[in-house]
T-cell receptor
Framework: EAQVTQNPRYLITVTGKKLTVTCSQN?????MSWYRQDPGLGLRQIYY???????DKGDVPEGYKVSRKEKRNFPLILESPSPNQTSLYFC?????????????FGPGTRLTVT | QKEVEQDPGPLSVPEGAIVSLNCTYS??????FMWYRQYSRKGPELLMY????GNKEDGRFTAQVDKSSKYISLFIRDSQPSDSATYLC?????????FGKGTTLSVSS
């Protein structure tokens, strides 16, 4: 089954404790992206990757890191989480170029930072 | 980049009603417009997309883009309780997607 998987689905952590949210896709997509979704603010892009070893900032990159060492994986790293990073996070993937209009989203990771 | 504005609703309609969801955008330098549907506790999924302007129909759903007024619309005919979800309009901006905030629709039986 073609899908984007994220782990963990739910995470409660404390301020400053480094964490990683994994994302993996099995559709051979070049493009991968991370979004956060907050009430009243909608979906906002954090980082994206056009292909292996190619990443770039989205609209809200502060406090986040990413890496793309393999085509299928795109982990999101929070080196020192803060309460304002409490949010619902989505990973997405698609073919590159104009076909980024058709993005496949993972099930989401709900993160709470206390 | 608040370039896609969408009324968050919520919007409540009875089963069988025609639903109209709308967005406005401010930057005309792009061509792909999308509607994503998001069920509760799920990730968004692409519902429809249109290229440039005009209409596109898929079953009970019609997507419409009016470039002269910078308006994006989604019409749902014969709405069903299974259509209850949040609908997100989006436009393609280079390698990124810019989403509206979403309109939550509830269809009652």
């Amino acid at each position: 089954e073609a899908q984007v998987t994220q782990n963990p689905r739910y995470l409660i952590t404390v301020t400053g404790k480094k964490l990683t949210v994994t994302c993996s896709q099995n559709m051979n997509h070049e493009y991968m992206s991370w979004y956060r979704q907050d009430p009243g603010l909608g979906l906002r892009q954090i980082y994206y990757s056009m292909n292996v070893e190619v990443t770039d900032k989205g609209d809200v990159p502060e406090g986040y890191k990413v890496s793309r060492k393999e085509k299928r994986n795109f982990p999101l790293i929070l080196e020192s989480p803060s309460p304002n990073q409490t949010s619902l996070y989505f990973c997405a993937s698609s073919f590159s170029g104009v076909r980024t209009y058709e993005q496949y989203f993972g099930p989401g990771t709900r993160l709470t930072v206390t | 980049q608040k370039e896609v504005e969408q009324d968050p609703g919520p919007l409540s309609v009875p089963e069988g009603a025609i639903v109209s969801l709308n967005c406005t955008y401010s930057n005309s330098a792009f061509q792909y417009f999308m509607w994503y549907r998001q069920y509760s506790r799920k990730g968004p999924e692409l519902l429809m997309y249109t290229y440039s302007s005009g209409n596109k129909e898929d079953g009970r759903f019609t997507a419409q883009v009016d470039k002269s007024s910078k308006y994006i619309s989604l019409f749902i005919r014969d709405s069903q309780p299974s259509d209850s979800a949040t609908y997100l309009c989006a436009r393609q901006a280079g390698t990124a997607l810019i989403f509206g905030k979403g309109t939550t629709l509830s269809v009652s039986s």
